[in-house]
C-alpha cells in the first residue's frame, strides 16, 4: 500500500473522530477490541481499537470462549471488507476473508465463505417487502453470534438462514478490510437485540 493509501485510509478512518485534549483517567468499561498484535502489516487500527482500515485483517484481542457470544459490525465506509471468525493461525496479509481453513466470513458480496470455498450466496432484495435481505451497504449493521456449535450471522438484526457448522479451534472476531473499506466492531451496547442466550464477549476471567 503506498503512502498517499496510507494517508487516504487515516483520513478516512479519523472522520469525525477527534481527540481529546485533557486524558481521562476512567478505566475502558470494555478492555476487548481490535488486537494490534495480530493485525496485517498493512492494517490501520484507531478509535480505541474499535475501527480497521487499510488492507489486511485483524483479529479481536479475546477469544470466543463462553458458551454464547455476540458481538456486531457497522460498515463504516464501503469496499472490499469481510466480518467472521478466525483462529490466530490464519494469513492476516489477507484482505479477503474465508481464503484458508482458519477463517470464517461474511463478506462483501454476500457470500459466506470458508477455505476458498462458497458455502452460501444470500439472497437479496432492494424490494423489502419481499422478506429478504437488502443489498449490505453503508451504514448496516452485521452481527455475529456464536455458540461452539454454529455461527451464524445477523444484517440489521434479521438472521441470515444459513448457519455456518465445524468451526474448529480458539477463535477470534476477525475483520477484513481493502479497497477503502472501514469498518467499526461493536462490542456492548449493541444496535440489535442480541439472540437469545447469547451475550458480549468476555474476558476468560470474567467467566468464572
Same mark, same amino acid.
Given at each position: 500500500?503506498?503512502?498517499?493509501?496510507?494517508?487516504?485510509?487515516?483520513? /478516512?478512518?479519523?472522520?469525525? $473522530?477527534?481527540?481529546?485534549?485533557?486524558?481521562? &483517567? =476512567?478505566? #475502558?468499561? *470494555?478492555?476487548?477490541? !481490535?488486537?494490534?498484535?495480530?493485525?496485517?502489516?498493512?492494517?490501520?487500527?484507531?478509535?480505541?481499537?474499535?475501527?480497521?482500515?487499510?488492507?489486511?485483517?485483524?483479529?479481536?484481542?479475546?477469544?470466543?470462549?463462553?458458551?454464547?457470544?455476540?458481538?456486531?459490525?457497522?460498515?463504516?465506509?464501503?469496499?472490499?471488507?469481510?466480518?467472521?471468525?478466525?483462529?490466530?493461525?490464519?494469513?492476516?496479509?489477507?484482505?479477503? /476473508?474465508?481464503?484458508?481453513? $482458519?477463517?470464517?466470513?461474511?463478506?462483501?458480496? &454476500? =457470500?459466506? #465463505?470458508? *477455505?476458498?470455498?462458497? !458455502?452460501?450466496?444470500?439472497?437479496?432484495?432492494?424490494?423489502?417487502?419481499?422478506?429478504?435481505?437488502?443489498?449490505?451497504?453503508?451504514?448496516?449493521?452485521?452481527?455475529?453470534?456464536?455458540?461452539?456449535?454454529?455461527?451464524?450471522?445477523?444484517?440489521?438484526?434479521?438472521?441470515?438462514?444459513?448457519?455456518?457448522?465445524?468451526?474448529?479451534?480458539?477463535?477470534?472476531?476477525?475483520?477484513?478490510?481493502?479497497?477503502?473499506?472501514?469498518?467499526?466492531?461493536?462490542?456492548?451496547?449493541?444496535?440489535?437485540?442480541?439472540?437469545?442466550?447469547?451475550?458480549?464477549?468476555?474476558?476468560?476471567?470474567?467467566?468464572?
Amino acid at each position: 500500500m503506498s503512502n498517499l493509501s496510507v494517508f487516504c485510509c487515516l483520513k /478516512g478512518c479519523l472522520n469525525n $473522530f477527534r481527540f481529546s485534549p485533557t486524558v481521562s &483517567h =476512567i478505566p #475502558r468499561e *470494555n478492555p476487548i477490541q !481490535l488486537d494490534t498484535s495480530f493485525m496485517g502489516y498493512e492494517v490501520v487500527i484507531v478509535k480505541g481499537g474499535q475501527r480497521i482500515c487499510g488492507s489486511g485483517a485483524a483479529l479481536g484481542n479475546a477469544p470466543l470462549q463462553q458458551s454464547k457470544s455476540y458481538f456486531e459490525v457497522k460498515i463504516q465506509q464501503s469496499g472490499s471488507w469481510a466480518i467472521g471468525l478466525a483462529t490466530r493461525q490464519t494469513d492476516l496479509s489477507f484482505a479477503q /476473508g474465508g481464503m484458508d481453513e $482458519f477463517s470464517w466470513v461474511l463478506s462483501h458480496d &454476500h =457470500i459466506i #465463505r470458508h *477455505n476458498k470455498q462458497e !458455502l452460501y450466496k444470500i439472497n437479496t432484495s432492494d424490494n423489502p417487502s419481499t422478506g429478504e435481505i437488502h443489498s449490505i451497504q453503508e451504514g448496516d449493521i452485521i452481527g455475529v453470534a456464536y455458540d461452539h456449535i454454529q455461527l451464524k450471522f445477523f444484517v440489521n438484526g434479521t438472521e441470515i438462514d444459513h448457519p455456518v457448522s465445524n468451526v474448529k479451534g480458539t477463535v477470534y472476531p476477525a475483520l477484513y478490510v481493502d479497497d477503502g473499506a472501514i469498518l467499526d466492531i461493536i462490542l456492548d451496547n449493541f444496535n440489535h437485540q442480541s439472540p437469545s442466550g447469547f451475550e458480549k464477549i468476555m474476558l476468560e476471567q470474567s467467566l468464572l
